[in-house]
C-alpha cells in the first residue's frame, strides 16, 4: 500500500503493513475498514507523493507517555530482579513432577516458568511448572540434582519476559504501534466494520451471551464476566464462531496464566468438536498441564512434548563455564534442542487458525508471532489481570481485539512501589480502565453459580445491582436441588485482629475458633471438598489450618481469595480478619479480593465480622441486605 498526497491534510506518521498506524487531522481523509479490520484508503487520480510536514503540538504527548511506560516497565524489572527466597516445608514426586510446599511472603503467578535454584544437598536447579501462591505450592520439573528436603532453602529466579517487554517498549516502531492502540482506546476511536457473527448455532446460550458475538465487529471491545456469568463458555462459543464464519480468520488467545488459557482453548475446541469442524488450533508453550490434552492431542505441535523434554533436561544439567570443552558441547546440544523446537513452533503457527498461548510467551516469542503475519483477532482472557503496558506490547500483532474478563475481581500483580506513579498507571491498571463502556461492551448480567440471596448480595455490593440469577437456571430443579437450604449468614466477632510472633502476621483468634468449632458440623452433610474457608491473611489460614488439624478435620481448603479465583464451592465460610485495616481499605484491592471470597459460594455464605470490619466500604454498603437476612 502507498501514501498519498491529501489536499489540505497534514499526516503525521503512516506505517502500512499489519499494526497499520495512520494519523490525519483533516476532514478530507478518508479511511475505511474491511470486515477483518484492514485499513485502506480511497484511490485517487493525481500523482502520489511522500508529504512531510510538522505535526501537531498534541502529538509531543506520545513521547512523554512511551517515556513514562519505559519507566515502569523499568522499575519493575527492578523490583523482581532479585530471587524469591523460600523455605521448604515439604517436598513428594508426582510421576516426572515434584511439588514442593514452601514458606514465603513473595510469591506470585508471575513466577510461573521461572526457574528454581538451590544450593544444597548438591546445587541444583529446576524449572517451575506451575505455582499457587496463596497455598505455597511450587511444581519443578526436570531438576538436575536431589530436590531439597524440609527445612532447605530454594531460590526463585524471575523469568525473562521483562526484559522482552522493555525491548518492545524501545523499539521505536513498535512502540509507536502500540501507542496508536492506546490513544485509539483512549479517544473511543473503534470503528465498526463487517457483520457479527451468528448466534443461531448456539441456541442455548443466554441474551447477553448471544450479544456479545456482535463484538468482533469493532477495533478493539470488551467482554466483562462477572462470577458464575460462563464467561469462558461465551468466549468459547465465539471463537469457535469465529473460525467457522471466516474460515480465512485467524486468532491469537493469550491470558496470563497456564491454567486460563487451558480453560479457554479447551472451551473452544470442545465447540469445534460439537459442530463437527476442526480447524487447526495449537497450544504454544512450555508449562501446559498434558493431563487435559490426553483426549486432545491434536491441540498441541507435533513431538513438541519430546523436544520441551529434551530442553529441559538439558538446561537443568548446564555445564560449568570453567571446563570449557564441556561447556561448549553442552552450548551445542541445548542451541541444537532449540533451533528444532523453534522450527516445531514456526510451523505449528503458520498452520494453526487459532493459537493459544500466555502473555509471557507471546511476548518472548513476538518475533515469530509477527512472522507468520498479522492476526485478525487477539483475545485476551482474563484480561483484568494482563495489565495496560503487556496488552499494548502485543496489540500490534493483530487488527482487532477483545478484552474478556471481571475488572471487579483481580487486578494485575506489580512488584514496584505503590508510590511509583508510572508503574501504577501501567501496570496496575488494564484495558477495562482504558476503553469506555459502550456499544463495543458486553455485560454478562446472568449467573447460575450462587444462590439468589448470595447473588443479591454481590449484585448490590460490586455490580450496582445489574447481576441476577439466570432464568434456566431458576427453571431447573436440578439447580434448586443442588442449593436446597441455602444459607446467607453473618456471625459477629467482638475481638480484634493481633499480630502473632508465632505465626509471623495477623490473626483473630475468636474467629479462627469460632470457624474450627462450626467446620466439623458443617461435614455431617456436606463434604469437605466442598468446603472453603477464604481468609486474606495467610497467618490467620495457618492458624485454622492447626485449629482444625486437631480436630481431623482434612480435606477442607483453606486458603486466601487469590488461590480461590476461578472456582466455586457449595460452601464458603469467609474471615476477613481485618477487613477495616489498609490492606483490605485499598480501593484498588480490597473490594476485588472480598468480591472473589464471596462469589465463590453456590449455596451457603457464612461471615464472620466485628464491628470495625463493617467499616471497610465494600461491606458497608451490604450492611442493610445483610441484617435483613
Not at 5 to 26: E, Y
Request: net charge neutral; glycine share 8%; hydrophobic share 45%.
Amino acid at each position: 500500500m502507498t501514501a498519498e498526497t491529501i489536499p489540505g491534510a497534514r499526516v503525521g506518521h503512516a506505517v502500512f503493513g499489519h499494526g497499520t498506524v495512520v494519523r490525519a487531522w483533516s476532514e478530507r481523509v478518508e479511511i475505511r475498514f474491511d470486515s477483518f479490520g484492514a485499513l485502506t484508503l480511497p484511490r485517487r487520480t493525481h500523482p502520489l507523493v511522500v508529504v512531510s510536514t510538522p505535526e501537531p503540538e498534541g502529538a509531543q504527548v506520545d513521547q512523554r507517555v512511551l517515556n513514562e511506560i519505559r519507566a515502569a516497565v523499568q522499575a519493575e524489572r527492578q523490583a523482581g530482579a532479585r530471587p524469591v527466597e523460600c523455605e521448604v516445608e515439604e517436598v513428594y514426586r508426582d510421576g516426572p513432577l515434584w511439588c514442593l510446599r514452601v514458606v514465603s511472603d513473595e510469591l506470585d503467578v508471575s513466577l510461573e516458568g521461572a526457574r528454581a535454584w538451590w544450593p544444597d544437598p548438591g546445587k541444583g536447579a529446576a524449572e517451575i511448572v506451575s505455582i499457587l501462591p496463596e497455598e505455597g505450592v511450587l511444581w519443578l520439573r526436570g531438576p538436575s540434582a536431589a530436590v531439597p528436603c524440609a527445612g532447605r532453602k530454594i531460590y526463585l529466579y524471575p523469568p525473562e519476559f521483562l526484559q522482552k517487554l522493555s525491548d518492545l517498549w524501545q523499539d521505536k516502531n513498535w512502540s509507536a504501534q502500540a501507542l496508536e492502540w492506546y490513544e485509539a482506546m483512549r479517544a473511543g476511536a473503534n470503528p465498526a466494520g463487517g457483520e457479527g457473527l451468528e448466534d443461531a448455532p448456539y441456541p442455548w446460550l443466554r441474551r447477553a451471551q448471544r450479544r456479545a458475538f456482535a463484538l468482533p465487529r469493532w477495533r478493539f471491545s470488551l467482554l466483562h464476566g462477572p462470577p458464575g456469568t460462563g464467561k469462558t463458555t461465551t468466549l468459547g462459543a465465539l471463537l469457535a464462531q469465529f473460525l467457522i464464519q471466516r474460515p480465512e480468520g485467524r486468532v491469537l488467545l493469550v491470558a496470563n496464566t497456564n491454567a486460563a488459557v487451558d480453560l479457554a482453548l479447551l472451551a473452544v475446541d470442545k465447540q469445534l468438536e460439537q459442530r463437527g469442524e476442526r480447524p487447526v488450533c495449537q497450544r504454544i508453550g512450555t508449562n501446559f498441564d498434558t493431563a487435559q490434552y490426553v483426549t486432545r492431542p491434536h491441540l498441541l505441535p507435533a513431538h513438541s512434548l519430546h523436544l520441551l523434554d529434551s530442553l529441559a533436561k538439558l538446561e537443568a544439567q548446564s555445564a560449568d563455564p570453567a571446563d570449557g570443552p564441556t561447556y561448549a558441547n553442552w552450548k551445542d546440544a541445548v542451541g541444537k534442542v532449540r533451533s528444532k523446537l523453534r522450527t516445531r513452533i514456526l510451523a505449528a503457527l503458520k498452520r494453526a487458525r487459532l493459537a493459544a498461548m500466555t502473555t509471557a510467551r507471546a511476548l518472548m516469542g513476538v518475533q515469530d508471532l509477527k512472522d507468520t503475519g498479522a492476526y485478525d483477532l487477539i483475545v485476551f482472557d482474563e484480561a483484568s489481570q494482563v495489565s495496560l503496558a503487556h496488552a499494548l506490547a502485543l496489540l500490534p500483532l493483530a487488527r482487532r481485539a477483545l478484552f474478556a474478563g471481571d475488572p471487579r475481581q483481580l487486578a494485575p500483580v506489580v512488584k514496584a512501589s505503590a508510590s511509583n506513579g508510572p508503574a501504577a498507571r501501567w501496570l496496575g491498571r488494564t484495558a477495562f480502565d482504558v476503553v469506555e463502556q459502550g456499544e463495543a461492551t458486553e455485560f454478562l448480567d446472568e449467573q447460575s453459580r450462587m444462590a439468589e440471596p448470595i447473588c443479591r448480595l454481590v449484585s448490590e455490593a460490586f455490580y450496582e445491582g445489574r447481576l441476577r440469577v439466570a432464568g434456566d437456571a431458576l427453571a431447573s430443579p436440578l439447580w434448586h436441588a443442588e442449593r436446597a437450604g441455602h444459607e446467607l449468614r453473618v456471625t459477629p466477632v467482638r475481638s480484634q485482629a493481633l499480630w502473632s510472633p508465632l505465626y509471623q502476621g495477623l490473626v483473630r483468634e475468636e474467629s479462627a475458633r469460632a470457624i474450627a468449632e462450626l467446620v466439623p458440623r458443617l461435614l455431617l452433610d456436606t463434604r469437605p471438598s466442598q468446603i472453603a474457608v477464604v481468609t486474606p491473611y495467610r497467618a490467620q489460614r495457618a492458624l485454622i489450618e492447626h485449629l482444625l488439624r486437631r480436630q481431623g478435620c482434612g480435606g477442607v481448603l483453606i486458603t486466601t481469595a487469590h488461590a480461590v479465583q476461578g472456582s466455586e464451592r457449595h460452601t464458603i465460610l469467609f474471615d476477613p480478619v481485618d477487613a477495616a485495616g489498609r490492606f483490605l481499605s485499598r480501593e484498588d484491592l480490597g473490594p476485588r479480593l472480598i468480591n472473589v471470597a464471596l462469589s465463590r459460594a453456590q449455596a451457603r455464605l457464612l461471615l464472620f465480622l466485628s464491628d470495625s470490619d463493617w467499616k471497610n466500604p465494600a461491606l458497608a454498603g451490604a450492611q442493610g441486605y445483610l441484617a435483613a437476612q
